[in-house]
């Protein structure tokens, strides 16, 4: 298992300082900083984990995670789920992944509505539509909680090319400012956004991406931060 820790000795007593504004004499007995999460995306990640069943124990601890500086393993796909289920729904098909800490991550393909020879491309809640090997407009996204990034992009299970990728969204929670740094077609068969966010209490910023693969017509999402 992957663990990150963004907080390093200097950024913790620079936020000392600036939150409480005492001198080094009193520093020691302070409370640790501020949550680098707002109760707003405290509240909405906790509804989150709580919809995907992790229990009242798994995410209060979650929750303690973040607010020391550390990182959930659903903010990685190179981490290993202990868990997984996959499920076709009227607006996508979701793969829900548990990992060994307790966290979710909730993967999203626009579900593929077949074209009518002749007739009228669907969009609707599909978010996707198919005329043979070609995948037009399907919304890729991900969710775990604190952290939800999306786009849109086509691309064909029989070239495995990745065209048309566009309407990049996102939310982080924690985030003061929030930058997309990155949209587009790096190689082929890859459509990918990037995002840096520079984060409020604790003063640093980090880099989160959200990709899609196509290889041998299967599309695979991959994200981390």
């Not at 409020?200 to 991959?222: A, E, R």
Request: proline letters at 5%; charged letters at 10%.
């Amino acid at each position: 298992m992957r663990v990150r820790t963004k907080l390093t000795l200097a950024i913790v007593v620079a936020a000392i300082v600036a939150i409480g504004g005492v001198s080094p004499a009193f520093a020691a007995p302070l409370p640790p900083p501020a949550p680098s999460i707002t109760d707003t995306s405290y509240a909405t990640a906790d509804a989150f984990l709580a919809q995907y069943g992790a229990d009242s124990a798994t995410r209060a601890r979650l929750m303690t995670t973040l607010e020391s500086g550390g990182a959930w393993d659903s903010l990685s796909s190179e981490n290993v789920p202990v868990s997984v289920v996959k499920s076709s729904r009227a607006d996508g098909a979701y793969t829900i992944s548990t990992y060994v800490d307790g966290s979710i991550s909730v993967v999203r393909i626009g579900n593929a509505a077949t074209v009518v020879p002749g007739g009228v491309t669907p969009m609707g809640v599909s978010q996707c539509s198919v005329s043979g090997a070609a995948h037009t407009n399907c919304y890729i996204s991900m969710w775990v909680g604190v952290v939800a990034m999306n786009f849109t992009a086509s691309y064909n299970s029989s070239t495995n090319k990745v065209s048309n990728i566009y309407g990049a969204g996102w939310a982080v929670g924690g985030a003061c400012s929030v930058s997309l740094q990155y949209l587009g077609i790096p190689a082929p068969n890859i459509g990918r956004m990037d995002i840096v966010a520079q984060m409020c209490v604790i003063g640093f910023s980090d880099t989160f991406f959200l990709q899609l693969k196509v290889t041998s017509g299967t599309p695979v999402v991959s994200w981390s931060s």
